[in-house]
């Protein structure tokens, strides 16, 4: 019985949402009484991977096949099975991620294991294994019992607040053997913007709507992020008007976002818009018109002119 | 080549939703069920795959008898049979197993779904389904192409997406621009009241999870507006109240 937590690396570092889901999976360990093993996959080196240890983990295991170098939803939950069973782990923590995603199903299908996703709070033992999730798009909770011998919690983002300590975890080369059938789908080339601060991983983020009138005055939201350190996100019109790519479209059929801060300008907060982003601790709302439904689900709004509200909020922000 | 489309009946995205029997039970009470919006989208691309490469559609659904209505509604947009697995949809597992057993029987070339259904939002079904078929599965899918046998797929990742190449059979979790949603004409509805659609009971009965109850999140607190002619206050409430910047 351990727990064991499926961290990612970027650029050969522990991922922001990995250190969140480590400490969390970390404090279910303690809550059972049992230690909190990593595994990661692909290229890292053994010193970015040991800080696995300031968020409570003892051990990290280490798959380093150069197959595995390239992120693969297929074969890294082959990988997570083996450890799984190398570890005799009975949970398995992991943050909601696209790589994440594609793992995590494929594990809940090899190892027969009962998930539960967009997990909000640590688990209660107090009868048997429950843990609180996220349901109809943020509208509403369910409290899930995890029956079967193994458990998956896929974590939202800002589910607990991460504390750090100087400990060092152990790192081990893990050597599975993997399945030639995991790698049947070719990646042809990948497009990713670069630079910028990604949406999902983001504590703060700026997003606007059709308020803006148009792709060419973007301009101003990018702004206030650059000066806030925040992503840009959009409402479902202006990426279906395509005046921003979609992988910004926030909403019930879009991103789900539960950052520190969301600033919304010029969206007026329709019921499938709020879905995405109700989760988020702080929102602020600018709009022109006073009557517009996302001031009721605002913790401050600005009744006011995008155009003006927005140059002003970048420079005070950029006095900080 | 046959396509699989499976599809949720899900309350409507604008839907307000509350809870009954002690917060254990969805209050179905005035909610309009509706095609899950990413379903939507894969049958969709469905149908367009079978108007330009000649295939078969069926579409699955597992359910109660009242997902009917969105059944024959996918039959009137296009697809061409139907199979309802007559059971509550328990967990991601129990869906998954339903659909797995019925692809075994008929061995599809492609299984789309959307991305996630938008009740449970756990979007894990298509690749459990892949796992147990032991073939890959993609998600979540924004342009598929089928050129001879190799299949075109790009997927959305975080800030961008990824070209990749496949070989059928394969499982995808479809969300948009894939397709743009149909509409039903007249004579869709018409001829989808005559197409078949096969009721069957579910197997597996293991239970690896149980909901025990419901909650709606907290309301939040009044909305402090601030003038616009003040508006630089917000950036110092954002530090100094709120701490959060």
Request: with cysteine; proline share 4%; hydrophobic share 45%.
């Amino acid at each position: 019985m351990s727990v064991l937590i499926f961290a990612e690396v970027e650029n050969g570092k522990l991922k922001r949402s990995s250190q969140e889901s480590i400490f969390y999976g970390a404090k279910v360990a303690g809550m059972m009484g049992t230690s909190a093993t990593v595994i990661v996959a692909g290229q890292s080196d053994n010193s970015s991977l040991a800080e696995a240890g300031k968020y409570g983990a003892s051990k990290v295991l280490h798959a380093t096949d150069a197959r595995l170098n390239e992120p693969n939803g297929m074969a890294y939950a082959t990988v997570v099975a083996a450890a799984a069973r190398q570890e005799g782990a009975s949970v398995i923590v992991l943050a909601k991620s696209s790589l994440a995603d594609a793992m995590t199903a494929r594990l809940a299908g090899k190892l027969k294991a009962g998930l539960a996703a967009n997990v909000i709070e640590l688990p209660d033992l107090s009868n048997g294994f429950r843990v609180k999730s996220s349901i109809y798009t943020g509208k509403a909770f369910a409290y899930n019992d995890l029956k079967a011998d193994t458990k998956i919690l896929a974590i939202k983002k800002n589910t607990i607040a991460v504390e750090e300590t100087d400990a060092a975890a152990t790192v081990e080369s893990f050597t599975p053997a993997l399945n030639d059938g995991d790698f049947a789908v070719t990646v042809k080339n990948v497009v990713k913007a670069t630079g910028d601060i990604l949406l999902p991983e983001a504590d703060l983020v700026v997003s606007a709507g059709r308020g803006l009138k148009g792709p060419e005055n973007w301009g101003i939201v990018e702004d206030l992020a650059k000066a806030l350190g925040a992503a840009t996100a959009c409402s479902k019109p202006v990426s279906d008007l395509d005046w921003r790519p979609h992988h910004e479209h926030v909403g019930q059929t879009g991103i789900k976002v539960s950052p520190n801060l969301y600033i919304a300008a010029g969206i007026s907060g329709a019921i499938q818009h709020l879905a995405g982003v109700n989760s988020s601790k702080v929102i602020v709302v600018i709009n022109k018109d006073p009557e517009a439904p996302f001031f009721k689900s605002a913790d401050y709004g600005i009744v006011g002119d995008v155009f003006d509200v927005l140059p002003r909020l970048t420079k005070a922000a950029q006095a900080l | 080549m046959k396509i699989l489309v499976c599809v949720t009946s899900v309350p409507d995205t604008t839907t307000k939703i509350t809870f009954t029997d002690n917060n254990t039970k969805l209050s179905k009470a005035g909610v309009t069920f509706i095609t899950g919006p990413y379903d939507d989208y894969a049958l969709a691309r469905a149908v367009e795959l079978k108007e330009k490469l000649g295939a078969s559609v069926t579409v699955l659904n597992v359910g109660g008898v009242d997902a009917e209505p969105v059944i024959r509604k996918c039959l009137a947009i296009g697809a061409d049979d139907a199979i309802r697995v007559n059971a509550e949809p328990r967990d991601a597992f129990f869906v998954a197993e339903q659909i797995a057993a019925i692809a075994k029987e008929n061995k599809y070339d492609l299984i789309l779904m959307g991305r996630e259904s938008i009740d449970f939002n756990g979007g894990q079904v298509h690749g459990i389904v892949g796992e147990m078929l032991g073939i890959p599965s993609i998600s979540p899918v924004m342009l598929l192409d089928i050129d001879g046998d190799t299949v075109k797929i790009t997927r959305e990742i975080e800030g961008g997406k990824e070209e990749l190449e496949a070989k059928l059979p394969l499982v995808l979790g479809c969300q948009e621009p894939i397709a743009e949603w149909k509409i039903p004409n007249m004579r869709g509805i018409m001829t989808a009241r005559t197409k078949p659609l096969k009721v069957v009971e579910p197997t597996g009965t293991d239970v690896l999870t149980d909901v025990s109850g419901y909650e709606l999140p907290p309301a939040r607190g009044a909305v402090k507006m601030i003038k616009a002619e003040d508006a630089e206050t917000l950036i110092q409430l954002l530090r100094t109240e709120a701490k959060i910047i």
